[in-house]
Structure formats: structure tokens, C-alpha cells
């Protein structure tokens, strides 16, 4: 089971960017964790970070007939992505949109998302655990999709 790990703009700074908004972990200290669950969940992790939306959409596009899945903090993307949404919307496979706050208790126009509409599910609000939670989520589903 292969699942990609989609993190936008800005998550690079996790750790030292607003800690009382997003945490104190840092990306790597995340990445550690979703490795880690991966393991025990039987799933290999492809990991990518970028602060452009077009690296983002060449990874889901490059891994289209690769993976199984994919989880998908987009960051400032989430409000205006359209290009991020419509390369979803071309994915087989299931996608979790996960963000670290609970981004509808926080400024109005945050809580528009342009890529619910096209993932499965959107998991918030539980800091690094939203990760950790999309991640089983997406494997569940990917495997239920399967048959398996």
C-alpha cells in the first residue's frame, strides 16, 4: 500500500510558525510519526513538501497509477486551489484533506475550502494527530475500495 503525503505552503515552518495555532512539532517530528504508524499499518510513505502548488500537482500526477492513496495539508492553497482541485478530482483513489486547526473556528475565509469538495473526507483540528487520524482513515478506505 503506497500513500502519498501532500504538505503545502508554509508547513516547512511547523514548529516555529504560530505554535499556539499549529503546534509545537515540527514537520520532520510529523513525518516521524506517519512513518512510524505506517509500519504498523503495512504502508509505504511518499513525502512531499512544497511552497508551490505546481510541485503538488506534478507528485499526484506522477503517482497516479503508483499510489493508493493520499493525505493532503494544502495549506493557503485549501482557499484558492483550483488547479490543486482539479488534479484531485483526476485521482483514483481516495484523498484526505488534513489540516492541523480547526480551520471553520477560525477566520471566515478560512474555512472555504476549494479541495473538500473533491476528497473523501477532511480531518482538523487535532494538530499532528489530524495527520496520524487521515492517514488510517485513507489506508481504511483504499483497502475497502480493494476488496481486501
Same mark, same amino acid.
Given at each position: 500500500?503506497?500513500?502519498?503525503?501532500?504538505?503545502?505552503?508554509?508547513?516547512? =515552518?511547523? @514548529?516555529?510558525?504560530?505554535?499556539? #495555532?499549529?503546534?509545537? *512539532?515540527?514537520?520532520?517530528? #510529523?513525518?516521524?510519526?506517519?512513518?512510524?504508524?505506517?509500519?504498523?499499518? +503495512?504502508?509505504? =510513505?511518499?513525502?512531499?513538501?512544497?511552497?508551490? *502548488?505546481g /510541485?503538488?500537482? +506534478?507528485?499526484?500526477?506522477?503517482?497516479?497509477?503508483?499510489?493508493? @492513496?493520499?493525505?493532503v495539508? %494544502?495549506?493557503? #492553497?485549501?482557499?484558492? @486551489?483550483?488547479?490543486?482541485?482539479?488534479?484531485?478530482?483526476?485521482? %483514483?483513489? %481516495?484523498?484526505?484533506?488534513?489540516?492541523? &486547526?480547526?480551520?471553520?473556528?477560525?477566520?471566515?475565509?478560512? &474555512?472555504? &475550502?476549494?479541495?473538500?469538495? /473533491?476528497? +473523501? @473526507?477532511?480531518?482538523?483540528? =487535532?494538530?499532528?494527530?489530524?495527520?496520524?487520524?487521515?492517514?488510517?482513515?485513507? #489506508? *481504511?478506505?483504499?483497502? +475497502?475500495?480493494?476488496?481486501?
Open positions: 500500500m503506497r500513500i502519498l503525503v501532500l504538505h503545502g505552503p508554509n508547513l516547512n =515552518l511547523l @514548529g516555529r510558525r504560530e505554535p499556539h #495555532i499549529y503546534g509545537k *512539532e515540527t514537520l520532520a517530528e #510529523i513525518n516521524a510519526k506517519l512513518e512510524a504508524l505506517a509500519g504498523e499499518l +503495512d504502508a509505504e =510513505l511518499a513525502i512531499v513538501q512544497s511552497n508551490h *502548488e /510541485v503538488l500537482i +506534478d507528485t499526484l500526477h506522477a503517482n497516479m497509477d503508483k499510489a493508493d @492513496g493520499a493525505i495539508n %494544502p495549506g493557503g #492553497i485549501t482557499h484558492y @486551489g483550483v488547479p490543486l482541485h482539479d488534479a484531485i478530482a483526476a485521482m %483514483p483513489f %481516495p484523498v484526505v484533506e488534513v489540516h492541523l &486547526s480547526n480551520i471553520d473556528a477560525r477566520e471566515a475565509w478560512r &474555512s472555504h &475550502s476549494m479541495i473538500s469538495p /473533491v476528497v +473523501d @473526507g477532511t480531518i482538523q483540528g =487535532l494538530g499532528w494527530r489530524s495527520y496520524t487520524a487521515a492517514l488510517r482513515a485513507v #489506508i *481504511e478506505i483504499a483497502r +475497502d475500495q480493494k476488496g481486501r
